[in-house]
């Protein structure tokens, strides 16, 4: 999600039309079917992949070019609803984490190009697949590697970044397809994750990074219909956060205040529309994000697209069907929008404001995309990174002088 944890780059910068009615493909390579982004870390990108429905791989590519550095695969045969490859790899200087729908975080040296470590969540855990396998990517933070192994007991886990051993358990979390992730709050450091309890009921855990301990539950009955945590919490200031949920539960605008021992955490406000998959841009003082519409289970249908809002709730514009992108990928890079369509992949430039305004569109993918493109989008140097079922490319963006 960046370096401040929002999906957005204000400091670099895209071009803001396609002056040949589309960008410059640099590189395309076909991938299986699946829902795992690419990270990029220096010249490489790294993605992982799942093939045959029996090996989960690990690729690391050269960005300028996309030809193949080396691959790490482990055989892990079986199928999940939605099947593929899940999560983002995590990258540090020396060794690429990764996570696969079946539970198994890797630590792979990037020197040897061979694993450190390799756990299996479901059996050091005693903990059962999610609805949708697990989809959570670790996240390493000096000598831990916090993971998500959703248990009946344990809802997230630190691990010893040499090893792999356990470090501490939380207190479970339920279910969910989000990953850990670690945010200031109130001035303290706080490992953050939701997740749902039989798809009606949010909770949001909040813990101390270095014990495990909780810092504060916060806890909301959807009632009927269903629920997948899928977006994680984002901050708007210390002490104010939002949460987005999607499926017509709309999002939360929640409070943190010194409760004591553990934080005290409430909702100050509710807005009608929610994202399923990624979390809100905020740019300007408004929100934008890829939505569908709240209300009630059998009432109004949902109207997904692209939305304006402001955190009190009050919306600016929305798109609806036209385009409608369906939970489609969004980055804020320099203060434009780049979007990825959820449904066709087509690529979007749009300036945020009080209208919709597009700049620039243009489709990328050179074969059948496919449907369900959710995939997050990586950008660097001017070079963006999107998947669709069939291929994983590199898009030239440029940056430019204003």
């Known amino acids: 999600m960046g370096p401040n944890d929002d999906n957005s780059l204000p400091d670099q910068k895209v071009v803001t039309s ?30 992982i992949d799942r093939v045959d429905q029996s090996f989960d791989v690990l690729y690391c ?44 975080i890797y630590c792979i040296d990037r020197k040897t190009e061979k694993e450190r470590w390799v756990v299996d969540m479901g059996k050091r855990f005693k903990a059962e697949p999610p609805r949708f396998g697990w989809a959570g990517h670790p996240v390493i933070k000096d000598e831990l590697c916090f993971v998500a192994p959703l248990g009946e007991e344990v809802g997230l886990a630190a691990l010893d970044t040499k090893t792999g051993k356990t470090v501490w358990t939380s207190i479970a979390v339920g279910n969910s397809h989000s990953s850990p992730q670690l945010m ?10 939701p997740g749902d309890i039989e798809r009606k009921e949010l909770v949001i855990l909040g813990v101390n990074p270095k014990t495990g301990k909780t810092a504060f539950k916060y806890v909301e009955d959807f009632g009927t219909g269903i629920f997948n945590a899928i977006p994680n919490l984002m901050m708007l200031d210390q002490t104010t956060a939002i949460y987005t949920g999607g499926y017509k539960k709309g999002t939360r ?20 529309y929610g994202a399923k998959f990624h979390a809100p841009l905020t740019i300007g003082g408004k929100l934008y994000m890829t939505a569908d519409k709240g209300g009630r289970r059998g009432g109004e249908p949902a109207v997904s697209g692209l939305v304006s809002l402001a955190p009190n709730g009050v919306t600016q514009w929305s798109t609806g069907k036209e385009p409608q992108l369906n939970g489609g990928s969004l980055l804020n890079i320099g203060g434009v929008i780049v979007s990825q369509d959820g449904d066709t992949g087509e690529l979007r430039l749009v300036k945020p404001g009080e209208k919709y305004q597009e700049l620039a569109k243009a489709k990328v993918f050179s074969k059948e995309t496919g449907k369900e493109l959710w995939a997050p989008m990586a950008f660097s140097k001017g070079k963006l990174v999107m998947r669709s079922q069939n291929q994983l490319i590199c898009v030239e963006l440029g940056e430019v002088d204003e």
Not at 184 to 193: A, F, N, P, R, S
């Open 18 to 47: 396609f002056a040949s009615g589309s960008p410059k493909v640099l590189w395309e390579v076909g991938v299986n079917p699946g829902f795992g982004g690419a990270a990029i870390v220096g010249e490489e990108v790294f993605h």
């Open 61 to 104: 590519r050269d960005l300028k070019t996309g030809k193949e550095k080396w691959n790490w695969k482990n055989e892990v045969p079986g199928r999940i609803s939605h099947p593929g490859s899940r999560g983002v790899p995590t990258v540090t200087e020396d060794a690429v984490y990764v996570s696969s729908g079946f539970g198994r």
């Open 184 to 193: 200031e709050i109130m001035g303290k450091e706080v490992l953050v994750m």
């Open 253 to 272: 605008i929640l409070k943190f205040e010194d409760g004591g021992k553990a934080m005290r955490v409430t909702k100050i406000a509710q807005l009608p």
